[in-house]
Nanobody
Framework: QVQLVESGGDLVQAGGSLRLSCTVSGSNLRVGVMGWYQQTPEKQRELVASITSDGSTTYADSKKGRFTISRDSAKRTVWLQIDNLKSEDTAVYYC???????????????WGQGTQVTVSS
């Protein structure tokens, strides 16, 4: 059974930093692209950043500069560092991973349960 477990969300003051973590669990998995998404009540879930298994990164234009994605493929873990937090960063952050459970199957996107980040001004 595939599970993505996130942690790191918190209530922080504006200007602070947070590091979100997401780890994939399950047996015999091939984990491809991993990513972080942001969702607020006003907006649909949108991409923050993604990272391939070889470390290539992509950021949403509005997220370049204060957000940093990284991963440890051996540990099947991805992180999202958020610096200089602003009130507009308040959201639920979801981790995603494209995972093959068999070599001959196409990858399926799995999601974590979400972690709440709240920034107070």
């Amino acid at each position: 059974q595939v599970q993505l477990v996130e942690s790191g969300g918190d209530l922080v003051q504006a200007g602070g930093s947070l590091r979100l973590s997401c780890t994939v669990s399950g047996s015999n998995l091939r984990v491809g692209v991993m990513g972080w998404y942001q969702q607020t009540p006003e907006k649909q879930r949108e991409l923050v950043a993604s990272i391939t298994s070889d470390g290539s990164t992509t950021y949403a234009d509005s997220k370049k500069g204060r957000f940093t994605i990284s991963r440890d493929s051996a540990k099947r873990t991805v992180w999202l560092q958020i610096d200089n937090l602003k009130s507009e960063d308040t959201a639920v952050y979801y981790c995603s991973a494209a995972i093959r459970t068999k070599d001959w199957l196409p990858p399926t996107t799995y999601w974590g349960q979400g972690t709440q980040v709240t920034v107070s001004s």
